[in-house]
């Protein structure tokens, strides 16, 4: 599984160039970027120091969700209340959840949101699951840069572990369950009900491989039940 680093409109380049310092030092590479072009000022390059090779390479896309076209699990980070979502994980609980998706994931995302407004609702949405780091203080919020650093910090692990040996997971499996949930909520009638279709939506991204293979399984008895 590659963790790819994902930073909306980022506003200052030495920000982005701190995040890629952070990123280097702690064994990751693919950094992209939504909606700017921090990344190739001269400020960007001259924080992030022996780390330019993450700066050069680094892919652009004009939206977070053109940017998450090829991404089969993705974690968004917001400094909101944790009370609103049921799919919150903090940043240790995140490191266990990534550990085990390992095994049947290719591609997952880690986004961070603008430095003065995070990330939109819309671009909330797209997540599988959100986290943040817990602060004792009136405002908050980290630097850019210090934000990467801590998730950086805390996800090194999985670049230490050595992932076990097994067949190429399939592409896009919690997408096609979403999907598949969806089309069965629609056959019962029951998609106009938001607070089942949200809680539904939102336990989907804890899932284990296990989980999610058995309810793949049910809701294929329950599609053939349904058209007979």
């Not at 003065?116 to 949405?125: I, Q, R």
């Not at 949200?198 to 329950?222: C, E, K, N, P, S």
Request: net charge negative; hydrophobic share 45%; aromatic share 6%.
């Amino acid at each position: 599984m590659q963790l790819h680093i994902i930073l909306v409109s980022p506003a200052r380049p030495e920000n982005v160039g701190a995040a890629a310092r952070a990123m280097k030092t702690m064994g990751f590479a693919s950094l992209r970027i939504v909606d700017s072009q921090a990344h190739l000022q001269p400020e960007a390059g001259w924080v992030a120091h022996a780390s330019n090779e993450i700066l050069h390479n680094a892919q652009h896309f004009d939206t977070l969700e053109a940017a998450l076209a090829d991404i089969d699990f993705t974690v968004a980070t917001t400094a909101r209340s944790r009370a609103r979502f049921h799919y919150y994980s903090t940043p240790v609980e995140l490191l266990g959840q990534l550990e085990e998706k390992r095994e049947w994931i290719n591609n997952a995302a880690l986004v961070f949101g603008r430095e003065d407004s995070g990330l939109t609702n819309e671009e909330l949405d797209l997540a599988d699951i959100l986290t943040g780091v817990p602060m004792v203080a009136d405002y908050p919020s980290l630097n850019l840069g210090q934000a990467v650093m801590v998730f950086c910090y805390q996800l090194s692990a999985l670049n230490q572990i050595s992932a076990p040996v097994v067949a190429k997971p399939d592409a896009g499996q919690l997408c096609a369950l979403r999907s598949r949930i969806n089309r069965l909520l629609d056959a019962v009638e029951a998609s106009e009900d938001q607070k089942l279709t949200d809680w539904v939506q939102q336990r989907v991204g804890l899932f284990q491989q296990r989980d999610a293979a058995m309810l793949h399984t049910l809701l294929h008895d329950i599609e053939k039940k349904l058209t007979k």
